[in-house]
Antibody, heavy 123, light 107 residues
Framework: QVQLQESGPGLLKPSETLSLNCAVS?????????WGWIRQSPGKGLEWIGS???????YYKSSLKSRVSISVDTSKNQFSLKLTSVTAADTALYYC????????????????WGQGTLVTVSS | DVQMTQSPSTLYASVGDTVTITCRAS??????LAWYRQKPGKAPNLLIY???NLQSGVPSRFSGSGFGTEFTLTISSLQPDDFATYYC?????????FGQGTKLEIK
């Protein structure tokens, strides 16, 4: 049974860099799925941020592309999100998730999710 | 970006009812559409993919249909566990946009 667990700082100041990790257990991150980050805020609802496919293809939402990077660490079976120059608009619950095998595309559908981690951007 | 519009925003129903939620795309997404259920404080849970395929482990009272720009999710014989918020998501384009959600509440 796959499990995903997000971790990272919950409070950031404007202009800082958001860094989150997603530890994957019970499943190999090199099995052929895409691994993605999705965020949820009251104002914007659910928003796909980007995805990664081992051994290194990345896909980002166009409006965030200049600030986002996603990478995979196969030795730790985890993947990571970095979002630079954060503002209050980046305040959200951040989820990591896995796409379906064989039927998955970089942007979905996501069949396994972490519990989410709340990130607040405030001065 | 492709815009996804769900209707209604809120739906009132009773246990045992059959309900339908609609999702419209601003341009054709063929059948690259998924439906999720989200309970309060939990992550979304995949119900349907490629518009009509039932995800493993999801009860058969959930069904999906549609192609192109208009899609529906039907839930028959509503159970207490089904009162939650439902989202559609297109994954045809590189924006992966979600609908704004439909909250299913007990009448």
């Amino acid at each position: 049974q796959v499990q995903l667990q997000e971790s990272g700082p919950g409070l950031l100041k404007p202009s800082e860099t958001l860094s989150l990790n997603c530890a994957v257990s019970g499943y190999s991150i090199i099995s052929g799925n895409y691994w993605g980050w999705i965020r949820q805020s009251p104002g914007k609802g659910l928003e796909w941020i980007g995805s990664v496919f081992h051994p290194g293809s990345t896909y980002y939402k166009s409006s965030l592309k200049s600030r986002v990077s996603i990478s995979v660490d196969t030795s730790k079976n985890q993947f990571s999100l970095k979002l630079t120059s954060v503002t209050a608009a980046d305040t959200a619950l951040y989820y990591c998730a896995r796409t379906l095998l064989y039927f998955g595309e970089p942007t979905g559908p996501f069949d396994s999710w972490g519990q989410g981690t709340l990130v607040t951007v405030s001065s | 970006d492709v815009q996804m519009t769900q209707s209604p925003s809120t739906l009132y129903a009773s246990v045992g009812d059959t309900v339908t939620i609609t999702c419209r795309a601003s341009q054709s997404i063929t059948n690259w559409l998924a439906w999720y259920r989200q309970k309060p404080g939990k992550a979304p849970n995949l119900l349907i993919y490629t518009a009509s395929n039932l995800q493993s482990g999801v009860p058969s009272r959930f069904s999906g249909s549609g192609f192109g720009t208009e899609f529906t999710l039907t839930i028959s014989s509503l159970q207490p566990d089904d009162f939650a918020t439902y989202y559609c998501q297109q994954y045809n384009t590189n924006s992966g946009t979600f609908g704004q959600g439909t909250k299913l509440e007990i009448k």
